[in-house]
């Protein structure tokens, strides 16, 4: 039949395109429907808004299929360290050479990745669906419909929904989801530092949110990083509300005094934007559809690895798919429900991790501030737990 397929991927971000891409590789009639759009790739002195900092686990799935090599080298930053300070004395130094590694994570920007992989996709021919899920109807003799809002409607064994946080299809399969609003956004820009990084990715805890620095590639202004401030929403609004003129004036005192001088002086160098912080979770399957990345989850990202366990999702999922028994169609649900026993422990701990961490630092106790500093101090100075922060910052 002509709109039938194998596997549908509804949602074109990273996730759902590597979901795709993964299985078109390996022969499977698979189809991505989501409105096409061009990357934003190859920005020269500037960098795509998103930037993400990829674990080597993630790394690796990218290599598999064969889009690491495809991104610009010069456009990559190794994160060799990592520096977490409380907020008083406390501080964690992650360094990669001290768990026989070179490099901790990779700093990259979305836009990068999403060339590689529409080159890749249309390389490899996998037909993509230019249009947006409004429905879905099944199963019907073990198949599922997807209506679209062009009028048309396509039917697979498999749909996989990456279409994001307020995914369609998670809604119209009546997969149950949870969700909890953090008060709180997180605040993305790029910065001119004067001193350089070294590699490091830096954070903070602090009375007005958690600041994190992200290295990049120098430009011909100096030194770069990338801002992650994850801010209650009464800050997110006092800055939305400053001229351009004042936010660049009083934005890089602000974040100075926060990161307590540790880059020098900096300046705004992009437009500063924003996003609400939820804690979200979805049961993941139900028969003929299957949940990945923000559609399944979402957490704080106070430990970046949002895109990490949507990456996780794609490797888990698409060997499932590859290797069922023949007798299975793909959108079984004993097969599906695989996928969800081998994805749960990943996200009940990064949840419990993240939303422990946000929890923690929030409480305003001065006697618990102690407490947690000093619990910081003592875990900086024991080589094992360093190693096992180490493993789970990487993935590997």
Known sequence: MKNSYEVIVCGAGIAGMAMALALGKKGIKVALLAPKYQAKANLGQQYHPRIYAISLASQQLLERLGIWSMLPSERL?????????????GAINLDAYSAAHTQLAWIVESGEIEAALQNALRFVGVPWIDASV???????????????????????DLL??????????????????????????????????????????????????????????????????????????????????????????????????????????????????????????SDWVSEGVALIGDAAHRVHPLAGQGLNLGLGDVASLSQLLVEKESFREYGDLRLLQRYQRARMPAMIEMKMATDGLFRL??????????VRNLGMQISNKIPPLKRFLIQKATGL
């Open 77 to 89: 930053t190794a994160v060799q360290s990592m520096q977490v300070f409380g907020d008083l004395d």
């Open 134 to 156: 409004e429905s879905m109807q099944g199963p019907i003799d073990k198949l599922m419909t997807v209506c679209t809002t062009t009028g048309d409607s396509y039917s697979a």
């Open 361 to 370: 630092f929030n409480q305003r106790s001065p006697g618990l501030a102690l």
């Open 160 to 281: 996989i929904g990456a279409d994001g946080a307020n995914s369609v299809l998670r809604q119209s399969s009546g997969i149950q989801h949870r969700a909890r609003s953090y008060e709180a956004s997180g605040q993305v820009a790029q910065l001119n530092v004067e001193l350089p990084h070294h590699n490091t990715a830096y954070q903070w805890f602090t009375e007005e949110g958690i600041l994190a620095f992200l290295p990049l590639p120098d430009t011909d202004d100096g030194h770069q990083v990338s801002m992650v401030w994850s801010a209650p929403n009464s800050i997110v609004q006092e800055n939305k509300s400053l001229s351009a003129d004042e936010l660049q004036r009083i934005l890089p005192l602000r974040l100075a005094q926060l990161s307590r001088g540790q880059l020098g002086k900096m300046s705004l160098r992009s437009p500063l934007l924003s996003f609400p912080l939820t804690l979200e979770q």
